[in-house]
């Protein structure tokens, strides 16, 4: 075939490339919503928000103000790169002590869906903040998640692979003493494909926080049911655990792939795992490996691999563990880790590289002039705990387990 008239593409859907500003995340009614704030003259960081918002509406297995939220925006104006960390963290209360108490140990801790897994939602302080600091000051975040107020307020129809993973996770929501995670649900069902899906009580938790900002979630009625709903079902969360949060700023880490500097918020949060990857990667030549052949794919998965299992090993809270970034990140170390990956055979087991000791969902917005903003936003396991907080219209999530081995791997999310 001449070379000209061959088409060199994988997908069957061709990129969306634009002139001024795009928008690219998992659902089209959620990106759509992004477009109109840039329309109405809101920059990336605007449009972002309303994108987590509308998500939160279109996709609550996956997010929503239950969970956290990292964000990175660069400013065309400053021409830098910064964070919010929009993690939140678990109840004042729980201390070693209490879970020893309780019966529990570092063996055998608490079922992923114990609501003592259950930390402080981190993602409506970072929406929040990500407007105020990030954001055009054109619009209000009222104005900003208004077409999320709107989508949950009069419905949509739910997308087939929203179907899904909505139906595949929905005995979270059914559980003894969960009779709240109906309101996640029509008539005790998930919604089928093209079904129409209202969150009027989301609507409204949505409609309260572009009016009051934090204090409308954090404290008041919407505080007040998430405390409710986690103690009457064990936790001990309480509501100054929840009026004491707030997002920090922070600083990007980074690391260069063939000439591109990609970025990722620091630990706490995972981005220390697509640095790993690309790191490692780096290390083999993908360009000769004809796309999706089984080297290239082999290649791909033994790397994740390698990846997550030092993430896995070394990511936590920097206020209480040393991360080792400056090691894990150094060149020569994942040259050291990419000798491990055979062409012969898969990797029997991984082990972490030192001796030191349905998903999320991601989207991204460049607008007009030159600013952009990458946000990932997530509950974790579907539907997080399964725990719904009353009259909210969303559930509560569970945090990121440290697990040593990548078999018990629950769901990324
Ligand atoms: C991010 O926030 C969490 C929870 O508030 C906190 O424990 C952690 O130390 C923070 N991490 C960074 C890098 O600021
Ligand atoms: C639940 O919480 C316990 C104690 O904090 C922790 O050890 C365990 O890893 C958590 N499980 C999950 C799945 O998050
Ligand atoms: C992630 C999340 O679950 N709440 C999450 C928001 O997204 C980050 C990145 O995946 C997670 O680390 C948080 O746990």
Redesign the pocket.
């Known amino acids: 075939m001449d070379s000209d008239t061959e088409l060199n593409f994988a997908s069957r859907r061709s990129p969306v490339v634009c002139l001024h500003g795009c928008v690219a995340s998992s659902q089209p009614l959620a990106s759509n919503v992004g477009l109109d704030v840039l329309k109405r003259g809101g920059n990336a960081a605007d449009a972002a928000v309303a994108i987590a918002a509308a998500l939160a509406v279109t996709e609550p297995f996956s997010t929503g103000p239950g ?4 964000c990175l925006f660069y400013s065309k104006n400053m021409g830098e790169i910064r964070g919010i960390n929009g ?1 939140g963290r678990s109840p004042r209360a729980q201390t070693l002590d209490f879970f020893e108490s309780r019966g529990y140990t570092a063996e055998a801790p608490p079922s992923p869906y114990d609501a003592l897994n259950i930390t402080v939602p981190g ?1 409506p302080a970072c929406w929040c903040d990500t407007v105020q600091l990030f954001g055009s000051h054109k619009l209000s975040l009222q104005e900003v998640l208004s077409g999320a107020v709107e989508l949950a307020e009069v419905g949509f129809p739910v997308a087939e692979v929203a179907a899904h993973h909505w139906a595949k996770w929905v005995a979270a929501l059914r559980d003894d003493g969960k009779e709240l995670g109906g309101d996640l649900l029509i008539d005790g069902h998930a919604p089928k494909s093209g079904q129409v899906f209202r969150n009027p009580s989301l609507a409204q938790t949505l409609r309260e926080i572009g009016e009051r900002g934090k204090p409308a979630f954090y404290q008041g009625r919407v505080a007040q049911a998430i405390v409710d709903v986690i103690n009457q079902n064990g936790g001990v969360m309480t509501l100054d655990d929840l009026s004491s949060h707030d997002s920090e700023v922070v600083t990007p880490i980074s690391t260069e792939y063939k000439g591109v500097r990609l970025w990722e918020p620091p630990p ?3 981005g220390l795992a697509a640095l790993l990857l690309l790191n490692i990667l780096e290390n083999f030549p993908l360009k000769d490996a004809s796309h999706n052949s089984a080297d290239y794919v082999h290649i791909h998965v033994e790397a994740v691999r390698l990846a997550l299992t030092d993430a896995r090993s070394y990511l936590g809270d920097p206020n209480h563990v040393t991360v080792p970034l400056g090691t894990l990140l150094d060149k020569s170390y994942s040259r050291q880790r990419a000798q491990l990956i055979s062409m012969e055979r898969a990797m029997k087991e991984v082990d972490p590289g030192l001796t030191t000791g349905s998903d ?1 969902v991601y989207f991204c917005v460049i607008d007009s002039e030159g600013n952009a903003c990458s946000f ?5 396991l579907g539907f997080g705990s399964g725990l719904v907080p009353k009259d909210c219209g969303f559930s509560l ?1 569970t ?2 387990p440290r697990h040593k081995n990548l078999d018990s791997s629950p769901h990324w ?1």
């Open positions: 969970g956290d939220a990292f993690s993602a706490n949060s995972q999320t990932v936003n997530s509950t974790y999530q945090p990121q999310g």
